[in-house]
């Protein structure tokens, strides 16, 4: 598969899907803390859906898959699938791959590793305001 | 991923009393102590304000909900960011008082929930630390 293939995964997006390609380069480099926290927000909103976190998953599984391939496996009709891979390409989890009549569908789960980052920083701001919060308390109860 | 996987979850035991750990979550004073270095807003309702740290980190804070000695509600965001909502919750434990602090992506509790429409016209979700596990 060369990098030439067609994506349809900033077509229309919000700010998540900015047009990164996930293939190539693993740095999201010139991103700010800001850019990565919006991403944040799209992917999980993104995967608030349990079908769509399924359609995930079934991605997972192989390179590529095609909408009516997913809805053979999934109890959900074809075009169900389409507006979830649609909802997944805004987050910038998946790209769509045109190959004659047939598209494809791709995981790209960059945008993933930018929400786990997220998650892990906020997760480590509070540990440092909590632990102040629990020395600042116990001045108090020594007194 | 159900929603509590989604969102950032601390649970903290404090030796103190609900009063006086409520007094370290409601004063800005206090607040300054812990929560930020420095900090401009009022926990009230409606009310809107700044948080600064030393880093030189800034965060614009919307005060969503003050349940009084229980629960308060933030929406936050840095400048040009995301807002994401923090939830500092409350409880009597054995032994002092349990804090259990949430925070999320505003965007994606919108999802999972839906907001709801205040008669100010704000947008509000659910309680999030109801729908972590205890």
Redo the contacts between chains.
Sequence with gaps: MSDARRSSRARGGPRAAAPRRSSGRSEASAESEGAGEGAAGAVFAALADPTRRRVVRALTQRPTVTASALAGELPITRQAVAKHLSALADAGLVSAEHEGRETRYRLTPDPLTDAMRWMATAGAQWDERLARLERRLARDSQR | ?A?ED?A?R?E?M???DRE??WA?LCDPH?LA???ADEVELEIDEGAEGVLRWDTGEERLVTVEEVQESRRISLRWR?????P?IVELTLDDVPGGTR?I?V??????L???YGPIELPSGDRWGPRMAMAAPA
């Design positions: 991923m929603i989604q950032v601390r903290l404090l030796a103190v006086r750990a370290a206090e102590t812990w929560l840095e400048p040009g960011g995301e994401t804090l602090v925070e999320m992506p505003a965007l994606a919108d999802a999972a």
